[in-house]
Nanobody, 124 residues
Framework: GQLVESGGGLVQAGGSLRLSCTAS????????IVWFRQAPGKEREFVAA?????????NYADSVKGRFTISRDNAKNTVYLQMNGLKPEDTAVYYC?????????????????WGQGTQVTVSS
């Protein structure tokens, strides 16, 4: 399976971006898709998740609740991360990852499939 992220860029604080994660080579509905991010000098951290069929539950890190929304379009094999109210501390490389597990984990090693990442930079 392959995951490809897009949609990153430079935005001012308070602005918005929408990231996309498009999968190929996977039976998409059967995969839990998550977003992680990694800022310079910091460990990779969990951001948001959209569980696989049949649950389709979502989960968010406390730091992004109320600002970020994860959504999923199985017909397009794509998961989106709508990011509103961006802050400079949201600056990071954002990665999507996938697992067949129906349990959402915030441990990055739980996910065997990863995209290449997309840079998000929020200026103050």
């Amino acid at each position: 399976g392959q995951l490809v992220e897009s949609g990153g860029g430079l935005v001012q604080a308070g602005g918005s971006l929408r990231l996309s994660c498009t999968a190929s080579g996977l039976t998409f509905s059967l995969y839990t898709i998550v977003w992680f991010r990694q800022a310079p000098g910091k460990e990779r951290e969990f951001v948001a998740a959209f569980n696989r069929s049949p649950s389709y539950s979502t989960n968010y890190a406390d730091s992004v609740k109320g600002r970020f929304t994860i959504s999923r379009d199985n017909a397009k094999n794509t998961v989106y991360l709508q990011m509103n109210g961006l802050k400079p501390e949201d600056t990071a490389v954002y990665y999507c990852a996938a697992s067949v597990s129906s349990s959402i984990s915030n441990w990055d090693r739980a996910y065997p499939f990863w995209g290449q990442g997309t840079q998000v930079t929020v200026s103050s």
